[in-house]
C-alpha cells in the first residue's frame, strides 16, 4: 500500500529533527505530503505546585513562549519539506497529552502514515513517565513508523 499522506509530530527535540529528515525523504520517494504537527503545551514549563504564585502576567509570557517556540519547531520542519520539494503543511493543536492529539489529528486528516520519533526510554524511567510512541502506537487507527 502507497503512503499518500504522512502525519510527522514534532517536539523539537534532536530526535524529531531526525524523523523529519527521514519523513521528508520517504515521502519524496512515495510522492507523498506530509502534515507536520505540534502539539503545544499550555506552558513551555510544568507549573505542578506553583498555583496562584504566578500572576497573570507570568502566564501570558510562558503562553506567548509555549506559541514561539511552536512556530520555530514548525517552521523549521516546513522549511526541510520546501527544501526537498515535498508538499507539506503544518498543524497546532492544543494539549497536554501529545498522543491524543497525534492520534486525533491523524483521524481529522486522514493521514495514512504516523512518523514519529521515539525517545527510547526503558526500564523505570519508561514506566514512571510512560511513552507517548507506545500510546500512539496503541491507539492508532493507521500504521505507526517509529524512527528510533
Sequence with gaps: MPYSHLLVPSDGSDLSRRAIDHAVRLAAALGARITFLHVQPSTP????GLGEK??????????????????RILDEAAEAAA????????????????????I??????GCDLILMAS????????????????????LAHCPVLVDR
Design 45 to 48: 514549563i510544568p507549573l505542578i
Design 54 to 71: 504566578l500572576d497573570v502576567q507570568t502566564m501570558e509570557l510562558l503562553i506567548a513562549a509555549s506559541h514561539r517556540q511552536s512556530d
Design 83 to 102: 527544501a526537498a520539494g515535498v508538499a507539506a503543511q503544518c498543524e497546532r493543536v492544543p494539549g497536554d497529552t501529545p498522543h491524543r492529539g497525534i
Design 104 to 109: 486525533e489529528t491523524a483521524q481529522r486528516l
Design 119 to 138: 525517545h527510547g526510554r526503558r526500564g523505570i524511567s519508561g514506566l514512571l513517565i510512560g511513552s507517548e510512541t507506545q500510546r500512539v502506537l496503541a
